[in-house]
């Protein structure tokens, strides 16, 4: 239940530290988050202005994926990895207009996440929200409530977008990633966005504004957001920042890097497909 001032906290939380799922939601102009998730996104403010544009650029790259996994690929389930609240226009919207018995599991460590996202999706029996943490990809894939909703026998779509950032490289996050690739069926494809490093003076202002607000959100050189996905191949058009990424036309005509606004040079995306 919300309060005019935010949602309302499950007892015993503490609301005085920001998360990333609350803060991306306030930069998306959401209402679940509390006054230190709007400070944490002020804080994002202060150094990149458009940060509310990235969001919502991620979002809808999010939404070009899917719609790509769905209709062109033919994926028909999701596991969407720190998933944030499914308030704004998120994973199973974007799938189940294509493909209403699309299944959808949210996965995010942030328990206002579960409460709120379990009423959201209420009368949604095909997608669910659980709570669990990257950092114990096992623990994710022995959850019975997600066996009992996806077969792992048949491809999945594992989504980490816009969470590698979160973790710092020496927490060797691709080999979380690895765990659960591994005990994906062949034909299942990985979906990643992540902040990039090209030498760009916002792109460091958006790794100072995450780290001051959140402690985390390093930026990386395309090469090694490269390494993500793990030597899976790359569908076309392969990795490129959101504006130039259009995965169902990847022939299609695109901006040129140089026309972009130099806050569509702060995010890349990509999706691998595993044979």
């Known amino acids: ?7 309302e906290a499950p007892p015993e939380f503490d609301t005085s530290q920001p998360t990333i799922a609350r803060v991306y939601d306030a930069l998306l102009g959401g209402k679940d ?32 994926g899917v719609q790509y996994l769905v209709r062109s690929a033919g994926i028909d389930q ?23 018995d699309a299944k959808v599991v949210y996965v ?10 379990r009423a ?11 709570t669990a943490d990257l950092r114990d990809p096992q ?4 959850n019975e409530e997600i066996k009992n909703h996806l077969d792992y026998s048949r491809p999945v779509a594992l989504m980490i977008v816009g969470i590698h950032m979160h973790f710092h490289d020496d927490e060797k996050p691709d080999e979380w990633v690895r765990t ?15 902040f990039v490093d090209t030498g760009e003076p916002l792109q460091k202002a958006m790794e100072q504004a995450g780290l001051e607000s959140l402690g985390n959100g390093w930026i990386r050189t395309p090469e090694r957001i490269e390494q993500h996905f793990l030597g899976l191949p790359l569908v076309p058009p392969g990795m490129d920042f959101l504006a130039r990424w259009f995965p169902e036309d990847p022939e299609g005509d695109v901006p040129d890097v140089e026309d972009l606004q130099p806050y569509q040079r702060i995010l890349m995306a990509g999706i691998a497909k595993k044979g």
């Not at 919300?2 to 949602?7: I, K, N």
């Not at 995010?108 to 996202?117: N, S, T, Y």
């Not at 959201?120 to 659980?130: C, F």
Request: with cysteine.
């Open 33 to 64: 988050n509390f006054a230190a998730d709007r400070e944490g996104a002020a804080t994002y403010l202060k150094y990149v202005p458009d940060a509310g544009r990235c969001a919502i650029e991620n979002r809808e790259a999010l939404v070009k």
């Open 78 to 100: 999701f596991l969407d990895i720190g998933s944030g609240l499914p308030t704004q226009k998120n994973t199973h919207q974007a799938a189940q207009e294509i493909n209403p």
């Open 1 to 7: 239940m919300a309060t005019p001032d935010g949602p």
């Open 180 to 194: 659960i690739m591994n005990q994906l069926a062949p034909g299942s494809y990985l979906f990643i966005t992540d």
């Open 139 to 142: 623990s994710i894939l022995d």
């Open 108 to 117: 995010d460590k942030d328990p206002i996440v579960l409460a709120h996202g």
């Open 120 to 130: 959201l999706l209420a009368t949604n029996n095909s997608t669910i929200v659980v």
